[in-house]
């Protein structure tokens, strides 16, 4: 009978306990915050972050009394205008960024040129030998002109990478390049690293199949320049079906680019540019690839298309294989990074990363204090790194990404370096579902960086309309409409309900808890990259 009633006594003494840490505490110290922040000179406590000298903060909703579309007391009215234009200029995305210092730049101007100067003799050698040979076997090679020009775009772009983007907001070498890989001759065609390391093998008994397996190419430019090629595999109006694993689903082109122009639009800046682009699979990759093993998967359809199938046992067969109409195929062209060699890279496995087997799961999925253990591992007790995972996961839920688990680092920057959004091509499958599990680094951490939640705020405005400002930055593109208007609208949809996932954390832990400082000193004014050279 005693322990009947210790049994008793101790259960629930845990209910009080539990009921007074998730229900009675966070209403506590709501209460508090709310008192602490409130103003008798104004009927208005609405949740406003703290101005930063002249950064003109968005307005936040009241978010511990009113919902979320309540943001504005009054409709804020569209002006008309480029709404891209509008939002570049905002104080938002004119931030000045501290001198670079010589170890916050990937690389410098002499090291890059000596190491892609070896690389131009490699290849003028090896086009030496190629022509040799085709003398001496009386077969005739097609003339490729391929010019080395230091100024490229691509070397400009390789250059501007620092600690902190990808790019400059405004680098005239990321809009060049993006002209460039539309547009430019390709000389040379071949299968990417991880498609070598393969040799073809694929274990068919694996549920999740190495990554070399997918449909894409390394496509050569004419000024040695080289870009990663995602062919379409989907029709745009196709949402991935209901019955796929997300480790199974297609790759798009279409996402890829949508998720430059995204990653973009954040001022992320951590995807590397990646155009649209039909390309003439005989002339243009046939034609143009060495490689006898890449040569073998090409084969005309009973249509009389060229198609062409990914080097793996899983995949080996035609109806795996993607064609062109009968030649033009169309699909994404990634920037490549700088080589390894010169710029080493680290592939880190996610914190929330998947379980890529049918039925199990991971620790975060059934955990909700997973969070906590993550804080006390290195490197996410300190720095940047968490906040930094955080971006990335917001980033994934606005285009549908499971399938991130891993990310990659470049290694001279160690632990406050940037995390790299490569790999975006299983984003934007279904606009009919919103899959909030991949916001669970935001959800059990509670934690958002400042300038992150200010962008989501301003974004959420009618001025600054997210799927606005996609439609007019994806009509550049060639392959435009790049997305159809039900993902463009899913992504004010996801939006709100990321502003949403923040409004509970602030509820709960209060806005100091939850909101992270990171800005460094605005400019009264937009300045140019010239400007910036200049000042510097």
Known sequence: ???????????????????????LLPKLQSRRHRAANSCSCSPDTNLSLPRLETLATPYLSNWTHAPL?????TPELDDG??????????????????????????????????YYGRKVSHWERRKKLFEEAATLTNISLME????YDPNASWLRFHLGINRYALYDRDDPAVLQLLTDMQNM?????????????????CDCTQVVKPSGHHLKLALKMSNFGKAMFKPMRQQRDEETPGD???FVDFQRHNAEIAAFHLDRILDFRRVPPVAGRRVNV????????HNEDLRAVFFTSPANNTCFFAKCLYVCKTEYAVCGGPDLLEGSLSAYLPGLTVAPRLSIPNPWKRSYTFSGREEWEVNPFYCDSVKQAYPYNSGNRLLNIIDMSIFDFLIGNMDRHHYEIFTKFGDEGLLLHLDNARGFGK?????MSILAPLSQCCIIKRSTLLRLQLLARPRFRLSDVMRESLDGDPLRPVLTEPHLLALDRRLQKVLRAVQRCVRRLGQDQVITKDFTRPTATPQSATQRGNNR
């Not at 000045?96 to 210092?101: A, D, V």
């Open 69 to 73: 579309s309540s943001a504005a007391t």
């Open 244 to 246: 796929f694993f997300y």
């Open 144 to 147: 490729q002109k391929m010019t």
């Open 431 to 435: 606009h009919s579902h919103d899959e």
């Open 81 to 114: 205008g480029s709404k891209l234009q509008r939002l570049f200029s905002h104080p938002l995305y004119n931030i000045q960024t501290p001198e670079l210092q010589p170890e916050e730049k990937l690389l410098q101007a002499k090291q890059l040129m000596e």
């Open 185 to 201: 001759t390709i000389v040379g065609a071949d299968y990417t690293q991880d498609e070598k390391a393969l040799k073809g093998a």
């Open 1 to 23: 009978m005693r322990r009947d009633r210790f049994l008793l006594a101790a259960t629930l003494g845990a209910l009080f306990s539990a009921d007074f840490y998730f229900i």
């Open 282 to 289: 005989s002339g243009e990759v046939l034609h143009v690839a």
